[in-house]
């Protein structure tokens, strides 16, 4: 038989003038029961709400709203006479078990007062698939009214009656109504959405360059970056992901498999894939090529400089596949941040995180075989050079804000290093840049997408 420790009872009563009192409460478990006793008075005689919480950390908090109770419990009609009640929970049914820190607090309440929080299950926090968040609140007969878009929830919100659908990142806000009450305090909760094998990064500020002194004069002066939320991919993309997408794999001779990194491939080509795989995914294309974001009408990918596929428009604010922005990257690299400073992508010990040179025996490897780092990223240093958006150019001492890199240039940036570079060529701060048409055997990329918020918006109730 399950065993909960001893319940400790606290009473809570309404701060009126005439407040309902309770007294003489007792608890005790009889097998899967527990049985709590109470007496009750009003000195005005008015029907009584009693409602039972949990706490099982001590009553440092109640967040267990059982459910599974009868007995005196709900309206009380009649209280003046001071009369012994008897609830009845059943805790093995409301999937509570054993412990030793459980407490209860028995509420009465005569109508007057604050209707509870809303509470959100699953709390709040990032997940990696859609969530069916559900509304409760501790308060019985109360109405729960909602927003979705990050507004402050009122008496003429969306009323909550089934589990709202999260697919995106969304803010949820929810507020409790009862007539004669006071409304609840608004409750709001942050979702995060990250979609499959990328990581979502907050934003924020760092310091962009060679912050250690062991680099070249392209990677000066150090300076200050601010970014926006973004996505970027956990993974380099494979050659098994790009031949689903593209229909062939353009990999050979430095390691071949679904799993290994893609390579051969021009930054022309990375633009066609990010928007396939964006319309496969019913998200909206980033990339605009001879006004259209359907590679189909872009014609076959150049194997020579184009001025058209040159002129590529990306769209920062659509919700589709990306290449990183150069200061994307290396913040990702970075783990989002100059503390700790590492010099490569994770660790001062190249070893540990990436294949290069001295460890590769001469080919790329499986995605993820390296240790990540700090947020969770792979082969951020090493395996293959990785295509970014920016043409290449020097750097500007001016603190910037979501930088995209010149208007043009001759090449575009690459970043990590590849598996036959030296560990200088896989700092986090290297930079070195390729012909945008070229396929050159060591290229490959990761990707990126900007993060952004569905709004579904409540429609008012009458």
């Known amino acids: 038989m399950n065993k909960l420790a001893i319940f400790i009872l606290f009473l809570t009563a309404c701060l009126l003038s005439a407040a309902p009192v309770l007294t003489n409460i007792t608890a005790g478990q009889l097998y899967d029961q527990v049985l ?20 099982n950390d001590g009553g440092a908090s109640y967040t267990i709203f059982p459910t599974a109770l009868s007995g005196d419990v709900g309206t009380i009609s009649t209280t003046a006479s001071g009369a012994q009640y008897q609830i009845n929970w059943n805790y093995i049914s409301d999937g509570v078990g054993s412990g ?41 007969g109360a109405t729960i009214r909602y927003t979705t878009d990050g507004s402050e929830p009122g008496s003429e919100s969306e009323i ?17 109504f009862k007539p004669g009450w006071t409304p609840s305090a608004v409750s709001s909760a942050e979702y995060t959405i990250a979609p499959s094998n990328m990581i979502y990064l907050s934003g924020g500020s760092f310091t ?30 494979t050659q098994g992901e790009w031949q689903a997408v593209m229909g062939s794999n353009p990999a050979s001779g430095y390691g071949v498999g679904a799993n290994y990194p ?19 995914e019913g998200l909206t294309p980033v990339y605009t090529i001879l006004g259209s974001t359907n590679p189909a009408n872009w014609g076959n990918v150049p194997s020579s400089w184009d001025d058209n596929w040159n002129a590529a428009v990306c769209d920062w604010t659509a919700n589709g596949y990306r290449l990183p922005t150069e200061a994307e ?28 040179l001295s460890n590769s025996a001469e080919n790329t490897h499986p995605v993820g075989t390296k240790a990540p780092n700090g947020i969770g990223a792979y082969d951020m240093s090493g395996n293959v050079w990785e295509w970014c958006w920016d043409w290449n150019g020097d750097y500007s ?66």
């Open 100 to 140: 030793k820190n459980y407490r209860v607090k028995v509420i009465a309440d005569d109508g007057a007062g604050e209707v509870a929080a809303p509470v959100f299950n699953p709390p709040a926090g990032s997940y990696e698939n859609a969530q069916n968040v559900t509304i409760t609140c501790p308060t019985s």
């Open 36 to 55: 709590i006793n109470y007496h009750l008075a009003h000195p005005d005689n008015l029907p009584c709400e009693i409602s039972v919480q949990v706490s």
């Open 329 to 356: 990257w290396e913040f990702a690299a970075r783990g989002g941040t100059n503390s700790p400073d590492y010099l490569y992508a994770g660790s001062d010990d190249i070893n540990s995180v990436a294949w290069y």
């Open 397 to 462: 001492g001016t603190a910037q804000t979501n930088p995209t890199g010149p208007a043009a240039g001759d090449t575009r940036i690459i970043r990590s290093g590849f598996f036959l570079n030296s560990p200088a060529w896989c700092r986090v701060s290297k930079r070195y840049s390729s012909f945008v048409h070229d396929p050159v055997f060591y290229l490959g990329f990761r990707l990126a997408r900007f993060w952004y918020v569905i709004f579904l918006f409540s429609r008012c109730s009458a």
């Open 208 to 237: 962009m360059g060679d912050t250690r002194g062991e680099g070249t004069t392209d990677e000066l002066p150090t300076h200050s970056v601010i970014l926006s939320p973004f996505y970027i991919g956990k993974y380099e993309v």
């Open 160 to 176: 909550y009656s089934t589990p709202i659908h999260i697919e995106e990142t969304t803010t949820l806000k929810a507020q409790g």
């Open 262 to 280: 893609v390579y051969s491939i021009s930054w022309y080509s990375t633009l066609k894939f990010c928007n396939l795989l964006s319309m496969a």
